[in-house]
């Protein structure tokens, strides 16, 4: 039997619910869809969103019929600029309105604003415009920029926006290795055209998700020739930076390379040793704003069985131990980690697909995916983390918080590489000491394949692609309310309780204590 001891009454870092946001290249149309809708006003009512991020704020971004991007820019017969910011900025207005805080990217370049590459060519031009490229005007570039933010600050207040964060760009260690002076250019007259609006706006990135990269843009942000005011270093408030459990390029290569949270962990260690080299920089906030188990989200579970663990109990569980490390590395590394954003939505939900292996936080017929059911079992975590003796990155693990009059504690039993749960159930004491005496109520609440899995009582009734309004009763049961496998009061005595039980592979309980 494996034991866990909680001291609750040794608190150690503030519960800043990083893992409460979330981001889709689609996002913009689906926020003001019916599915989006959905899942909008579930986030607020479990308090599931802090955050939400997205690209093309500036840029055209056509995905079918869809709108995808802000398209504030164009120019008249003579080359002058027009801006249109209404539609991004209902954009906004749409998520502070279920209390969401935009990450704001400024990308990508307008069509009028983006060189063009002839040797490439585009059906019924004979050229590709370069979006995801430098401008080809930078002083149209800046005042578009200075446009923008003058617009966000008399729509929504200054108080308002600096509450958000600004980002400079998305993914640009995709532009080619000689470009990349450019894209330091392109950050310094972001960060210039931004903090003129307001010094206290928050302005970071880069968005990267390769560390080479990163290390060529922490040394231009401390040591580089600043392109605006020739000086030495430009000013960052918070880096940003990708992590995925394993490339959906290589499914065709499962099991032999499966995800892992330790491939989270690796990368994190080598941006820690990146940024202590760089004293400057060891406090600022650091934004995993792109996460996901596997990456490629449009792929589907039709061309890649192995993506159920994107419709399964699995996903839940990645991400409840991928928390628990980023706790950890925020409290014995001191990585000032913010915010560590899922890459998915109501996608599934939106184009009308049933458990499709998309990653995507709820299906069609606005049903819950299990690991949305993870991020409202985060949801009851207390307002601190305390002491355990927890080992992060393990099998089995344990979170445990505090709030004024209630304890809570999330314990895992998650191998990645279990994937058909084969290994054998483990029995857990948990031992809770510095509680209060009195009277508690005592909930439970389980995650596995039979209990609070939409997913698997799907299957159970045969799979079925049209669900009936019976079946549909059935599948969505979980989601009416987290449901606590049971409740009981119990008494706590010398500050003292100890709760025994045990768990299957790939599942996880929570235990909370409520003082009555």
């Known amino acids: 039997m494996k034991t866990y001891n909680i001291f609750t009454d040794e608190t150690k ?7 409460a946001a979330c981001g889709s290249d689609e996002l913009y149309p689906i926020i003001f869809s019916e599915e989006g809708e959905f899942l909008l006003k579930r986030m607020q009512k479990y308090k599931t969103c802090r955050f939400a991020r997205n690209h093309y ?6 995905n079918g019929n869809l709108r995808c991007g802000g398209d504030v820019y164009s120019e008249d017969e003579n080359g002058n600029p027009l801006y249109d910011f209404s539609y991004i900025n209902e954009v906004y207005r749409k998520l502070l309105s279920y209390g969401i805080k935009p990450i704001v990217e400024l990308d990508f370049l307008p069509d009028a604003l983006s060189l063009k590459d002839k040797t490439i060519e585009q059906e019924g031009t004979g050229e590709q415009l370069l979006n995801h490229s430098y401008p080809n005007d930078w002083d149209k570039w800046a005042r578009l920029l200075t446009a923008f933010m003058q617009n966000l600050a ?14 400079v760009w998305n993914e640009p260690d995709n532009w080619p290795v000689d470009t990349w002076d450019m894209f330091f250019k392109l950050y310094d007259v972001f960060v210039d055209c931004v903090t003129k609006t307001d ?62 949270v330790q491939r989270f962990s690796q990368e994190l260690a080598w941006i820690e040793r990146m940024i ?18 596997v ?4 792929r589907s579970i039709k061309d890649y069985p192995p993506l159920e663990i994107r419709n399964s109990e699995y996903s839940a569980l990645f991400m409840v131990k991928l928390m628990d490390v980023l706790v950890e590395h925020k409290i014995k590394y001191g990585l000032n980690i913010k915010t560590a954003l899922f890459w998915g939505f109501a996608n599934e939900d939106f184009f009308g697909k049933l458990f499709n292996g998309n990653r995507s936080l709820t299906t069609r017929c606005n049903i819950c995916k299990p690991i949305q059911t993870a991020f409202e079992l985060l949801s009851l975590l207390g ?41 054998p159930k483990r029995k857990y004491r948990i031992n809770f000491s510095g509680l209060d005496d009195g009277c508690y109520t005592l909930k439970v609440y389980p995650l596995d394949d039979k209990h609070n899995n939409t997913y698997r009582i799907w299957q159970s009734l045969g799979s079925p692609e049209q669900p009936d309004v019976g079946e549909l009763k059935k599948i969505t049961k979980p989601q009416n309310g987290i449901t606590p496998a049971f409740s009981k009061d119990i008494k706590v005595r010398n500050g003292k309780f100890v709760f025994k039980t045990s768990l299957s592979s790939i599942s996880l309980k929570l235990i909370e204590l409520i003082k009555k």
């Not at 930076?241 to 290569?253: K, N, T, V």
């Not at 004293?279 to 792109?290: G, I, S």
């Open 383 to 423: 307002d601190e983390f305390v002491r355990t003796d927890n080992i992060a990155g393990a099998d089995e693990g344990v979170v445990a918080t505090v709030s004024k009059n209630s304890a809570q504690a999330l314990i895992y039993f998650f191998n990645e590489f279990d994937a058909m749960r084969k290994l």
């Open 57 to 62: 704020a500036l840029s055209k971004e056509i």
């Open 199 to 260: 010094d206290k706006l928050r302005v970071g990135g880069p968005g990267c998700f390769r560390q080479h990269f990163m290390y060529a843009f922490l040394d231009h942000i401390a040591n580089g020739k600043n392109y605006i005011t020739g000086q030495k270093g430009t000013r960052i408030d918070f880096l940003s930076y990708h992590i995925y459990g394993m490339s959906g390029g290589w499914l065709d290569e499962y099991p032999l390379i499966m995800p892992s």
């Open 295 to 298: 990456s490629n989200y449009e």
């Open 276 to 293: 202590d080299k760089y004293p400057e920089l060891r406090e600022k906030d650091f934004l995993l704003d792109e996460w996901g188990v």
């Open 13 to 19: 870092i503030e519960n800043e619910k990083i893992w």
């Open 154 to 167: 008399e729509t929504f207040g200054i108080e308002e926006i600096r509450t958000w964060y600004f980002e």
